[in-house]
Structure formats: C-alpha cells, structure tokens
C-alpha cells in the first residue's frame, strides 16, 4: 500500500507508532507529484526545500501524540497569502507577488503541525468554474485527463484526487471548493461563513468567501476544519462562538434524522441523468439507515445566479480596485501618468473573465443601475436566505446534487462565458444563505464522479459531517481511484 | 435592457480598464447577453423586503482601535517597485512641463 492511500488518521497513527516518519511522508508526497504532475498540472509552486527541513526538524522533536495533523502535509489554494512564498491568485498582476504575513489559516495550519508543500492552481482571482482561467497553466481532471477539474479550486481538488496530498485547502465563493470536489470525486467543505477567518484570503467576494478543505474521507475533512476554524481579531465577520469538535458524534448515523429534498434542485430533464440518478440512490441509502426524506421547496432558488452574479462581481469590482500597479502586483511600463499607469496595468495585468466581472460589477453598482441590479439582488439575496430558514424549520438538512453534470471537457465552455455562469446554478445559494455544505462523491455518470451535497443550517456543520460519514460508511465511491485516462 | 460600446467604454473609464478597438464590439455583445441574464430579476417582487448586504447574521463586533506593532515598514515596501526615502515614487500627477500642454 502506497503511503498517501493512507487517511490523516492512519498515518497519524503511523507516525506515532514509529511506522513512519514525516520525512518519509514528505518525501512520498513529491515522489507522487513528480509522478504525476506533467498529467495534472495542479501545482503553481512546490516549497520542496521548507517542506523537507520542516519534517526533518518535526521528526527530531518527536510527534505530539495528541496533535493528529502534526507534521502531516497539505496543498494551500494560491490565493491565500504565504509569508515568503509568491502567492499569485494565478494573475499575471501578482505574478511576483511575495507576502509579508501568513493568511490566518496558515498560521493556524502551522500551529496544528502541518506542512505546506506547496501552493495550487486556480481560475484567476477564483473567479471561474473549471481553472481554464488560470494565468499560467490548466489542469486536468485526474479521471479523464481530456476533462476539466472543476473550479475555481481545480488545483486544490486534482492534487488531492490525484493522490499527490491527503489535503488541501480551497475557497469557496459561489462553489469554488463543491463544484471541483464533485469533478473529481473526493470530499470538500464550504463552512458557514464566518467560521474560517478570511484574513490572509485575496478578497474576491467579501460577504460570500469562505476558506474550506478538501481531503478523501469525511473525518479527514473535519480534522481539517478542526484546525482552521474560530474567531479571529483580524476578521470582523468571523464567528465568535465557540468551535465544536467537528469529529465528535460523526459515527452516531443518521436514524430518525430528517432529509429535505429540494425538488428545484433535481432537473429531472437534465442531458445527463446519471448526476439525479446517483442522488436518487443516495437518498434510498439514506432511507435504508433510518433517515427520513421529506420534500421541500426552495421557491427562489432560480433566482440565485442572477443574483449571484450581481453581488459577487460588484463586490469584487469594488474589491480588485487595491490593484492598481502602485504598492504591489503588475506595473504597466512606459507610462506618463498616474490615470495611464493605473489603466494600462489593470487592463495589462487582470486576464479576460477577472475584467468581464468587474465590468459586470461596476455597471450594477453605478448611477442608475444601482436600484435595479445591486439592491434586487440584494433583496432577492433575503428570499432565497429566508428559502433555506423555512425548510431547516422542517428537515435536519438538505441533500440535493452538487452541479448538473459530471466534469466537462477541457475547452468545452471557457467560449462561452454565460454557459460557465449558468454552471453554478446549485452551488450558488448557499453562499448567498451563508449556510454551509459539503460535497460527497455518491455515484458514477458517463465513469466520472458524481457529487452530492448535504446543506446545513448555519454553524451546523456537525451534522453534515455525521451525515456524510454514515453515507461513506455504506458505500465505497471515495475509495475508488483516478485512471488518469488518457495519460502518458 | 441592452448596452452598447458607449456604455462599456464609459463603464471602463470608471473601473479604471480599457479595451482595445477590435475587441470591444465582441466583449460588448458578451457583456449585454450576461446583463440581460442579470436582469431576470426584474420578474421578482421585492416590494417590501429588505436586502441582505452582509454574509453574517451574527453581529460584527469591533475590536479596540490599539497600536500595535505588527509590521516592519521596510516589509511592508518589499513588493513596492520603485521606491525612493521611504516613499512610493510613481509617475507625475500633475502636468510636470515637460509634455509641452
């Protein structure tokens, strides 16, 4: 058995028997990438160097038997800032971009033990569904290679996927971690937002962000969370209630739970019906543990992309004005004037999908399209949040399919922008809702995986965690490997 | 609605973007099918409701404004790419003469 088949648990376990050493699992993580990666592409950036000393100097100390994640590895989303390591949020505007601290997650990963080998690709800014909008490299789907991994965290789940990390972390804002976690058939939380401080996370869409991770297993998973989450001084929206033990109760099943199926969720006429099909199933595994299903409506749910897209791009115009070539990032060359250099390096430096959003946004926030695009959405925002408190009146949580379709070929709609958007029509509102949701492989359509998403209440992500595990625990979908179809 | 080049060029002017020539006809075209999506929520009645601007339904609650030492300042210049006695140098705001206006 290869060391990275291991779950987080096992090879804690291993570590502190004297099985292994962090050193041996470091070094078998590169092995693994440098195996694999001219297939996957899904680093930017390997920090092999820090990485090898880092586990060296853990083994000397000797592993804290307490501290499960401690000199274990994991891949880190490129837009989430690393003190001394370019972080580039895959724009050529942060191309040699280094910062000076660590994003809050990374401070905390570093506490847990963690090492961070390196930092993965993603669409520019994070803005895309399938990492085709990096500036600097696409990558493949570690099932079908001609297939695009999802995005916008499309780097955060191949590597994980492709056995390269047992985890990763990503962000999610309108599906940026489900999405390419149900591509590519592993397991991938978006928290409540405000349970993972943001402080450190390139801003894209401020009252919708949230960091999240990506592991094989569910307890994988919430291991992870475990050590990312809590409030942060540096983050006004983050939580300050206390964080649970998310592993806690994840073996207590789902009997006597009830499972609200949004029905605005299952498109049943769907191209591919093999995505509504395996959820189907899903539920019926539910049933057999003891679950009870319960349809519900989610009546607003339609209006999710539309909304979706006027408060995220209008956020992210207001928040990608910081670049302007002045105190960091891309400065446009043989410029006269300030208003030239401020123009000439945005329009230089940002890439084709990063200023089609912030057009989109800084038309929706300006005079006279602000009542009809930036306040509607806003209003429309508050049904589709109050959609979701009228059915967690009913049901314990939601499950429903993570995308309409398994991954799709690379090429397939980076051409149409408006076709990618249309994509994101499940993932969406939970965002707006804030509420949390992870995606679970639960299935195979056209032999690529299929994702199901469980939805919670806010600051719920127990229950998700305890339902998600049931389900594994009768099935064997994350336990099937990649085939890297059409590698070399 | 829809939009035209006028309309995007006046939209770029304000993000501080621009388009070349040759492109704005096609990025317009882009831009006016997406808004068009956009708009499909004209068919929803918001009479009354009111709108959610924040991811959180917590409450935000400020910390103390304190000093604190958190950065060294010629860390905070490290990415600066011209810099000059401790400032930003960057091209003239004013009309320096040299232009000949």
Known sequence: ?????????????????????????????????????????????????????????????????????????????????????????????????????????????????????????????????????????????????????????????????????????????????????????????????????????????????????FTRTVKDNALVLNAISGHDRRDSTSYEGATPDFTQGIEEGVKGMRIGVPKEYFHEEAKEKGVVESVRAALKKYEELGAEIVEVSLPHSKYGIPAYYIIASSEASSNLQRFDGIRYGYRAKEVNSLEELYVKSRS???????????????????????????????????????????????????????????????????????????????????????VPAVSIPCGFSNDMPVGMQLIGKHFDEQTLYRAAYAFEQVTDFHKQKPLFKGGK | MSINEETVKHVAKLAKLEFQEETIHGFTKELDQIIQMVEQLEDLDTTGVEGTYHGITHHSVLRKDEAKKEFERDDLFANVKTKQDGFIKVPAIMDNGESGA
């Open chain 1, 1 to 213: 058995m290869n060391i990275l088949d291991h779950t987080l648990e096992e090879l804690h376990e291993k570590l502190v028997n004297g099985d292994l050493t962090s050193l041996q699992v470091i070094e078998a993580v590169y092995k693994r990438i440098e195996e694999t990666e001219a297939n996957i592409g899904a680093f930017l950036a390997l920090s092999k160097e820090e990485a090898l000393s880092q586990a060296r100097a853990m083994d000397e100390a000797g592993i804290d038997p307490k501290n499960i994640l401690s000199g274990l590895p994991i891949g880190i989303k490129d837009n989430i800032v690393t003190k001394g390591v370019t972080t580039t949020a895959a724009s050529k505007m942060l191309e040699d971009f280094v910062p000076v601290y660590n994003a809050t997650v990374v401070e905390k990963l570093t506490e847990a033990g963690m090492i961070s080998v390196g930092k993965l690709n993603l669409d520019e800014f994070a803005m895309g569904g399938s990492t085709e909008n990096s500036a600097f490299k696409i990558t493949r789907n570690p099932w079908d290679l001609s297939k695009v991994p999802g995005g916008s965290s499309g780097g955060s789940a191949a590597a994980v996927a492709a056995g390269q990390v047992p985890a990763s972390l990503g962000s999610d804002t309108g599906g940026s971690i489900r999405e390419p976690a149900a591509f590519t058939g592993i397991v991938g939380m978006k928290p409540t937002y405000g349970r993972v401080s943001r402080y450190g996370l390139i801003a894209f869409g401020s009252s919708l962000d949230q960091i999240g991770p």
């Open chain 1, 348 to 434: 230089e430096g940002f890439g084709l999908e990063v200023k089609r959003r912030i057009m989109l946004g800084t038309f929706s926030l300006s005079a006279g399209f602000y009542d009809a695009h930036f306040k509607k959405a806003a209003q429309a925002r508050t049904l589709i949040r109050q959609d979701f408190e009228k059915a967690f009146e009913k049901v314990d949580f939601l499950v429903a399919p993570t995308t309409t379709t398994t991954a799709f070929e690379l090429g397939g709609k980076i051409e149409d922008p408006l076709e990618m958007y249309l994509a994101d029509i499940l993932t969406v509102p939970v965002n707006l809702a804030g």
